[in-house]
């Protein structure tokens, strides 16, 4: 994205060679710094906006760590499955785009399978491919031989990719401190 906004600043820049070549660029040199301006005023309140938004991990497919039973249900509805953990003894509510375990009445995590293609931290939408991952949160905190860990305080985000082929398998949310 910052190579766009760099070649749309190098095509608006006085010294590029269109304002050479062209005569009469008095019209063109006055309404340079404004659209200058407006992009980058584009560019720095996108750049300010996607900081903010990954700085934490509050959501996942509108999904809280804090939410309730309840509040799952009021937000998704009724689940398509309900299943049972039978090592954790939690519940697994099934939606079609997240699977959301609950422990003692309150998210525990919320999991997107890799062929729902995308997923949504924070309301932005998230393409499940690697690169758009690492750009949207930057460098993985750990690196495991099963996937990738994001962390924001006391959230994070795993992506699990398989070890022999390294596609992208599935996405974990939860909390950091019980992993």
């Not at 906006?49 to 799952?72: E, P």
């Not at 949207?136 to 924001?152: M, S």
Request: charged fraction near 20%; proline fraction near 3%.
């Amino acid at each position: 994205m910052f190579e766009i906004f760099a070649l749309l600043l190098g095509v608006l820049s006085p010294l590029s060679s269109m304002s050479a070549v062209q005569p009469d660029t008095a019209q063109l040199h006055s309404a340079e710094p404004a659209v200058r301006q407006a992009v980058v005023h584009f560019a720095q309140k996108s750049a300010s906006r996607a900081q903010v938004s990954m700085s934490r991990f509050d959501t996942m497919n509108g999904i809280s760590l804090n939410d309730t039973k309840k509040d799952v249900l009021a937000k998704k509805g009724k689940p398509l499955q309900v299943t049972q953990d039978r090592l954790t003894g939690c519940h697994e509510y099934h939606y079609k785009d997240a699977v959301i375990g609950v422990c003692e009445d309150v998210v525990d995590y919320v999991h997107i399978a890799a062929d729902s293609g995308k997923m949504q931290v924070n309301g932005a939408w998230v393409p499940l491919k690697k690169a758009d991952l690492e750009r949207t949160f930057g460098k993985p905190q750990f690196v495991a031989e099963d996937g990738n860990v994001f962390i924001r305080g006391y959230h994070a985000i795993k992506v699990y990719t398989n070890s022999d082929t390294g596609a992208l398998e599935g996405v974990d949310f939860f909390d950091s401190t019980t992993e």
